[in-house]
Nanobody
């Protein structure tokens, strides 16, 4: 089982990026999936999650700017990030949860991608 995150890069403040996370080896149609991030010198924190029926959950820091979605046919998770800020600079990780409901808890996720770097310049 592998989760491959991509789409990171360097963007100016106010810009947008779309991250993708392609799953292989199994499908996660019945599982929630999520995005986390780790800023330099800080711990990994929750960003957004989506349940298998579509309910979503967002960290307060990204509400109204980020949108999580998934394509079951492509077995792929997305994170659209708008109005990016320098504080959004981090390595972004995708993950697949044990359960079907979105969760912000690190321990609720069993599979992790390798991370993709997002850098927002001021």
């Amino acid at each position: 089982v592998q989760l491959q995150a991509s789409g990171g890069g360097t963007v100016q403040a106010g810009g947008s990026l779309r991250l993708s996370c392609a799953a292989s080896g199994r499908t996660f149609s019945n599982n929630a999936m999520g995005w986390f991030r780790r800023a330099p010198g800080k711990e990994r924190v929750f960003v957004a999650a989506i349940g298998y029926r579509g309910p979503t959950s967002y960290a307060d820091a990204v509400k109204g700017r980020f949108t999580i979605s998934r394509d079951f046919a492509k077995n792929t998770l997305y994170l659209l990030m708008n109005n990016l800020k320098p504080d959004d600079t981090a390595i972004y990780y995708c993950a697949a949860a044990r359960g079907s409901l979105p969760t912000s808890q690190l321990g609720g996720y069993t599979y992790w991608g390798q991370g993709t770097q997002v850098t927002v310049s001021s």
